[in-house]
């Protein structure tokens, strides 16, 4: 009984994070070879296979919610942090001012231009080479917006609304036109490059104002500059895992279904009394009310279980969020095949 | 990458351009081989992109082999993430044709 115990305690180590009441338990990795007798933790690719899998839960246009059974958070936060930060993107980089009298500052348009997320493929373009000022048609993209603000003759005498008073007062993203470079068209025939949203407010104009600028958008990545960013978010958690130590009957059930987010605990009746059940530990937030009710707080055990990864992937408008993922994993890959071509052409003394 | 350590067994890496993307996935890999001692890594200064990877093995085997497994490894396991995730991807994309 004993061995059966320890056991028991190692499985729920190896398995489980433990919210406690004032801390989270078993939060690090332990399973690794020689810290468990009994237990071969040696890295076995075929168990590994045999132990993963993924199941896409939500698909949207823009957002995807899947789930990753049986990877590690090392590699999980891998995944994460190359979709934040090293994906590229297209974004407007050099900004050519023509003419501005707006009252929008020159570097603040800029930087506004520079965060509309534009809808470009960023696996057809180059990087721009270091040094480079003028770009090549093979890693720059050309935009323009030339508009001014002039006073709409046909407006009524009296009327105060400025969108009858003026013509081309508000300054929209769907007034960005593509340029095209060299020999753009003929690369991109069919593309129409213009930016993800056509409303996006840039500035607002009075009669007499123009803006006339020219845009260079380059390749980048989310580390250089948060505009290349592909992703609104990138997030995940952990499964939610709820286990009720001992049942809970009546008022108790009751409360415990009020301390949980609604649809984790059902309290069904069975024999007359009504008794609580874990029904969907997924949609649980953990905000650990039970911790504050003393008659509950020993009842329930709040874990999470270590290798279930709830992805969530909110995409700009650039990528669809799949094709975003797979280019994180191709990414992951590209790192360790530079250290394995670098270890291979170095010599080693 | 550059290298030095006595004797072969424990061998610090220094891996430019990089930091707990793959720092993090890549000690975890390592640690998993029962070969290796000790696995860890560090980033130097925050200001500056490189991390201090090292690794000291049981026995005689040079510091390097469990290096280029582990790399082997995270690739077999970035590929099979990738092919598990595509596959699960592929019904729906049918699903849509029809």
């Known amino acids: ?349 | 990458v550059q290298a030095d350590g006595t004797d072969g067994n424990c061998v610090t890496f220094v891996l430019h351009d990089e930091d707990h993307t793959l720092g993090n996935s890549l000690r975890y890999m390592v640690m998993k081989n029962p070969d290796v001692e000790f696995c860890g890594y560090c980033i130097t200064h925050p200001s500056e992109s490189k991390i201090n990877f090292r690794i000291q093995t049981r026995g005689s085997l040079p510091a390097v082999e469990p290096f280029r497994k582990g790399l082997n490894d995270l690739m077999g396991v970035c590929q099979h993430v990738l092919n598990t995730f595509e596959v699960r991807l592929l019904p729906q994309d049918f699903r849509d044709l029809f």
Not at chain 1, 44 to 67: H, I, M
Not at chain 1, 215 to 240: E, N, Q, W
């Open chain 1, 1 to 349: 009984a004993g061995a059966m115990a320890a056991r028991r305690g190692a499985e729920e180590m190896r398995e489980r994070v433990v919210l406690g009441e004032f801390g989270v338990r078993n939060v690090h990795t332990t399973d690794f070879p020689g810290n468990y007798p009994g237990y071969d933790d040696a890295w076995d690719q075929l168990r590994f296979e045999q132990g993963f899998r993924v199941d896409v839960v939500r698909e949207e246009e823009d957002t995807l919610e899947f789930d990753m059974v049986g990877i590690d958070a090392a590699i999980a936060n891998a995944f994460r942090r190359i979709l934040l930060a090293e994906v590229p993107t297209m974004a407007v980089e050099k900004v050519f001012v023509y003419n501005n009298t707006s009252i929008v500052q020159d570097e603040i348009l800029a930087h506004r231009l520079g965060l509309i997320p534009i809808r470009a493929d960023p696996r057809l373009f180059e990087y721009r080479n270091q040094g480079d000022e003028e770009g090549t048609e093979i890693d720059t993209l050309q935009f323009q917006l030339k508009i001014k603000c002039s006073r709409n003759p046909q407006a009524a005498k009296e009327s105060s609304d400025p969108n009858e008073l003026y013509i081309n007062h508000k300054v929209y993203s769907k007034h960005m036109t593509w340029v095209p470079l060299g020999n753009q068209p003929d690369l991109f025939p069919d593309a129409n490059f213009r930016p993800v949203h056509d409303d996006i407010l840039i500035a607002q104009l009075r009669p007499g104002q123009e803006i006339d600028v020219l845009m260079h958008c380059v390749k980048g990545i989310g580390k250089d500059h948060a505009k290349f960013s592909p992703v609104a978010t990138a997030s995940y958690r952990l499964l939610p895992d709820i286990t009720l130590l001992q049942p809970v009957e009546d008022e108790a059930a009751e409360l415990l279904q009020k301390c949980f987010s609604p649809g984790v605990i059902e309290v069904q009746s069975i024999k007359g009394k009504k008794v609580a059940r874990v029904a969907n530990a997924r949609l649980d937030t953990f905000s650990r009310e039970v911790f504050r009710h003393e008659s509950l707080k020993n009842l329930v055990r709040l874990a999470r279980v270590r290798n279930h990864y709830i992805f969530s992937v909110e995409s700009t408008g650039i990528l669809p969020p799949d094709v975003l993922v797979s280019e994180a994993i191709k990414i992951l890959m590209g790192k360790c095949q530079r250290f394995l071509n670098e270890l291979d052409s170095v010599p080693m003394e």
